[in-house]
């Protein structure tokens, strides 16, 4: 667990970093992925999924992109030539919308380095995998066992990603 807490800093740092050098919005995006093991099978065809989507919502506007891996699982860090207002509400239009988008991660970033919220933008939480409650309330009631939300998460997984190839 220290490993996954060190790598989120790292990734935090990068974050940062970005931000002091660019002149764009930056992105980071990753796969909601419960447990200690965030390198599965499952969740790397999950992010292969994601990264495809996030090229396609965005890939006139992409500045640069860094691509890391650690014990937290992947992610992707861009930088995009387009208002943080936008890259923030196209985000949250993937994450609502795509079959797979509520285990999709894709935080935005102001010029403080602070993420932009779904509530700024007059959208509620990320809704429970299991249950359709919210998603902060099942994580601190401890309403569902991490082996129940992983083999939803890993059907879904299956489900959609039928036939794709990483």
């Known amino acids: 667990m220290i490993k996954i807490l060190e790598d989120r800093e790292k990734r ?12 764009g919005t930056v992105l980071c995006a990753k796969i909601n992925y419960p447990g200690t093991n965030k390198n599965t099978k499952h969740s790397q065809k999950a992010f292969c999924i994601l990264r495809k989507e996030i ?12 691509l ?13 030539d387009l208002p943080e207002e936008e890259v923030k509400k196209r985000s949250i239009f993937l ?9 999709f991660d894709i ?7 602070e993420p ?18 919210s998603a902060r309330e099942c994580i601190i009631n401890k309403s569902h066992s991490i082996d129940e939300v992983i083999e939803i998460i890993n059907n879904a997984v299956e489900e959609y990603g039928e036939g794709y190839e990483k």
Do not use: A, T, W
């Open 107 to 113: 935080d935005v970033y102001d010029k403080n380095g």
């Open 55 to 66: 090229y396609n919502e965005f890939k006139k506007s992409i500045i640069k992109e860094k």
């Open 68 to 80: 890391l891996n650690g014990y937290d699982g992947e992610s992707m860090l861009l930088i995009i």
């Open 116 to 133: 932009l919220s779904r509530k700024q933008f007059g959208f509620s939480e990320r809704q429970c995998i299991v249950c359709n409650r």
């Open 95 to 103: 994450e609502l919308n795509h079959p797979l988008g509520r285990i």
């Open 12 to 23: 935090y740092e990068e974050i940062l970093s970005l931000i002091k050098q660019s002149r």
